[in-house]
C-alpha cells in the first residue's frame, strides 16, 4: 500500500503545444477547480454520480467521494485560455479497495499471475471538458473516440483532442511506472475498449458486463509492461510519446 504524502514528494508536471498536466493537490485552488469540473461532468451533466452536497471555497459544488484521499488527481488546463480541459484520477492500492469492486463483478483469478491488490491501482473519474469535445457527436461520450484521437491525426477546428486525450493517458502511465503500479483497472463500455485494444493498449475485460449502469460496462484490466511490448510491435510512436517529458517538480 502506499503513503499519498511521502509519494507526493514530487509532483508530476508536463505540458503539450496547447494544454499543460499537472498534479493537484488537495488544499489547492486548482485541486477545487478539479472538484468543480467533476460536478459539472459527472453530477450535473451526466447525472451518473450522487452529488455529495459539499462546496468549494468559492461557494461552488464539487464532486468528491471516500477514494480521494487514496488517489492521484491530475488536471488538463488549455493554455491559451487557462480553462479545465480535462482531468483524471488513479486510485492508489489501498486497504478500501477500488472505486470499481463494489460496483463491478471481478473474475478471479487474473490473466496475470502477479497482479495482486498492492501492484494494481484504477484509472478513474477520467472526462474531457464539453467544450473540447470534437464534435457534437462527441456530446456523452467523455473519454473520446480513441480511434481517432490515438491515430495523430491533426483535426484542425476540432479543438486538437488527440493531445489533450493521450496527454492524460501519458499522465497515468508515469505516474504507475514512477510507483511501480504494474496494472491498472478501468470500468468501459465495449465500444471504448474495443477501439483501445485495437491501437495496441491490450485491455483485457476481467468480468462480465454491468447492465446496472448507464452505459453498461465491465471492468478491464491492462499490464504496463503489456502495454509497452505491444505499442513498441504496433505503434513505436505512441510508445515514444508516452515515455516523453516525465519530468518531475517539487510540490508547492
Known amino acids: 500500500m502506499y503513503d499519498i504524502e511521502a509519494d507526493q514528494e514530487q509532483e508530476l508536471s508536463m505540458e503539450t503545444i496547447y494544454f499543460s498536466f499537472e498534479e493537484v493537490l488537495p488544499g489547492t485552488?486548482?485541486?477545487?477547480?478539479?472538484?468543480?469540473?467533476?460536478?459539472?461532468?459527472?453530477?450535473?451533466?451526466?447525472?451518473?454520480?450522487?452529488?455529495?452536497?459539499?462546496?468549494?471555497?468559492?461557494?461552488?459544488?464539487?464532486?468528491?467521494?471516500?477514494?480521494?484521499p487514496y488517489s492521484r488527481h491530475f488536471l488538463a488546463t488549455h493554455k491559451p485560455t487557462q480553462?479545465?480541459?480535462?482531468?483524471?484520477?488513479?486510485?492508489?492500492?489501498n486497504l478500501h479497495g477500488l472505486n470499481v469492486t463494489p460496483r463491478y463483478t471481478i473474475d478471479r483469478p487474473l490473466p496475470y499471475a502477479d497482479a495482486r491488490d498492492d501492484n494494481t491501482g484504477e484509472i478513474?473519474?477520467?472526462?474531457?471538458?464539453?467544450?473540447?469535445?470534437?464534435?457534437?457527436?462527441d456530446q456523452g461520450k467523455i473519454?473520446?473516440?480513441?480511434?481517432?484521437?490515438?491515430?495523430?491525426?491533426?483535426?484542425?477546428?476540432?479543438?486538437?483532442?488527440p493531445e489533450l486525450v493521450l496527454g492524460m493517458y501519458r499522465?497515468?502511465?508515469?505516474?504507475?511506472?514512477?510507483?511501480?503500479?504494474?496494472?491498472?483497472?478501468?470500468?468501459?463500455?465495449?465500444?471504448?475498449?474495443?477501439?483501445?485494444?485495437?491501437?495496441?493498449?491490450?485491455?483485457?475485460p476481467v468480468g462480465p458486463v454491468n447492465e446496472a449502469v448507464s452505459p453498461p460496462r465491465r471492468v478491464?484490466?491492462?499490464?504496463?509492461?503489456?502495454?509497452?511490448?505491444?505499442l513498441g510491435e504496433r505503434e513505436a510512436s505512441l510508445l515514444e510519446f508516452m515515455r516523453a517529458g516525465g519530468e518531475t517538480r517539487p510540490a508547492g
Request: a negative charge.
Open 220 to 230: 478491464f484490466l491492462i499490464s504496463a509492461l503489456e502495454m509497452e511490448r505491444s
Open 143 to 161: 473519454q473520446g473516440s480513441p480511434e481517432e484521437e490515438m491515430s495523430g491525426k491533426r483535426e484542425g477546428a476540432r479543438r486538437h483532442q
Open 124 to 137: 478513474s473519474r477520467m472526462a474531457i471538458a464539453p467544450h473540447f469535445r470534437r464534435r457534437h457527436a
Open 171 to 204: 499522465e497515468v502511465y508515469q505516474l504507475c511506472r514512477q510507483l511501480g503500479i504494474d496494472y491498472c483497472v478501468a470500468a468501459m463500455d465495449s465500444h471504448f475498449s474495443r477501439l483501445l485494444v485495437a491501437l495496441g493498449f491490450p485491455f483485457v
Open 29 to 68: 485552488s486548482a485541486y477545487e477547480r478539479y472538484l468543480e469540473a467533476r460536478y459539472e461532468i459527472f453530477c450535473e451533466e451526466l447525472g451518473r454520480v450522487e452529488p455529495p452536497n459539499a462546496m468549494s471555497s468559492n461557494g461552488k459544488p464539487i464532486e468528491t467521494d471516500q477514494y480521494d
Open 83 to 93: 480553462t479545465v480541459a480535462g482531468f483524471v484520477r488513479v486510485i492508489l492500492p
